[in-house]
């Protein structure tokens, strides 16, 4: 399924075949949580800005409009009509970062809906349930993420209960694939490793889940309050353990320079909300670094948002206009601002791919990485 075609150092070129699709990788996600993109952004949209893959949230529909519904309108796929590749997160992020009153046993986790109170029970073979009804077409294992830093007994205590969970889900998601009404009997499930800030449990972590043979392996638990080095000292730890036939995912991160060192460090899947929340407030990210298009000198700026930037917003709209629907807080601006930041996001990962294709994908990183994360000036 995951084909390895050219590496650079640790920095990989590959292709991961679903049913769905072929996904180019390194690649970005672009994160519809309810199935939808927040600013207005349509299916139709997506295609346009060169987007491979749809993330959408175990959690969010399974609280609303609920799992059973989207399987009776047929899965995820056609309830809002797209056709590539979706990956469901499994719930698990959000179940420990949004709801409150939490108790965790080992079946899983009571906790509170954070949309009525609703008193609700989500563990592995309840998110595998659920993400079967949604027919995604990659599945993630539901997980215990730790706010960092943690005491090094509970992250321990976490990370051997979040194998024993996967190890339920593996089973149960080979079990829900065999029934006559699966909405996606070829759907895919990856791991996630756990063990917060410290290697020796991040490794550990990793040799048991690697063993299990899934479709994909995870690092989870980072960018949730540690600093970037640390979490670039993680993936260097974690890395050499990882299956090479398999893809690996980086979850929730995050800026263009994060993906850059990322990549640099073996990384192929990434997913972030920035691109779009930061759109929705008008900043932006561009060839020449992040931008605030709300600053008053952008108040006559005739330029496109990126002059280097081939987007349809780019193409046919001026900063000055676009700043001026967010003071007039018109729906357009944000939904525009929301476009050019995905587009871009989608096409820093093509010319990654295009860099290691080519064999100059370090001379790529190093022009890039501090460029990208620098203010725009004018």
């Known amino acids: ?141 539901f997980d215990e993420c730790v706010e960092n830093p943690a005491e090094y007994k509970y992250a321990k205590n976490s990370s051997d209960r979040t194998i024993r969970w996967l190890k339920i889900c593996k089973e149960e998601m080979e079990k829900l694939k065999k029934e006559p009404d699966a909405v996606n009997p070829h759907q895919m499930l990856f791991g996630i490793n756990q063990g917060s800030t410290y290697k020796d449990l991040r490794i550990d972590n990793m040799k048991q889940i690697a063993e299990l043979d899934l479709d994909g392996y995870a690092i989870g638990g980072l960018a949730v309050g540690e600093s970037a080095d640390v979490m670039y000292e993680i993936i260097d730890a974690v890395e050499p353990y990882m299956p090479k036939d398999k893809p690996r995912y980086l979850m929730g991160v995050g800026t263009p320079t994060n993906i850059l060192e990322a990549v640099h460090r073996g990384v192929d899947f990434f997913d972030c909300v920035m691109p779009s929340r930061n759109a929705r407030h008008g900043n932006l990210f561009t060839w020449g670094g992040h931008m605030n298009l709300n600053n008053n000198k952008y108040e006559r700026d005739k330029r496109p948002i990126d002059p280097q930037c081939d987007c349809p917003v780019c193409r046919r709209y001026t900063r000055g206009y676009i700043r001026h629907l967010f003071k007039a807080r018109e729906l357009l601006g944000m939904r525009l601002c929301v476009l050019h930041n995905l587009y871009f996001y989608n096409t820093l990962m093509e010319k990654i791919r295009e860099a290691l294709a080519e064999g100059r994908y370090e001379e790529f990183y190093l022009e890039m990485r501090d460029k990208l994360a620098q203010r725009v000036d004018d």
Not at 91 to 111: D, H, M, N, W
Not at 113 to 139: C, V, W, Y
């Open 1 to 141: 399924m995951f084909k390895l075609l050219k590496q650079e150092g640790r920095a990989r070129l590959g292709e991961f075949e679903t049913v769905h699709g072929t996904i180019k990788t390194p690649v970005f996600m672009n994160v519809g949580t309810s199935a939808a993109i927040k600013g207005a952004v349509s299916t139709g949209d997506l295609e346009n800005i060169k987007c491979q893959v749809e993330l959408s949230n175990t959690y969010h529909l399974h609280i609303r409009p609920g799992d059973d519904v989207i399987k009776e309108m047929g899965g995820l796929h056609e309830f809002f009509n797209w056709h590539g590749p979706i990956l469901t997160d499994s719930g698990g992020f959000q179940v420990f970062s949004l709801a409150t009153l939490r108790k965790i046993t080992e079946e899983g986790v009571y906790f509170n809906s954070h949309m009525d109170g609703k008193r609700i029970f989500m563990g592995p073979r309840e998110s595998m349930r659920i993400q079967a009804n949604l027919g995604s077409t990659i599945a993630m294992a």
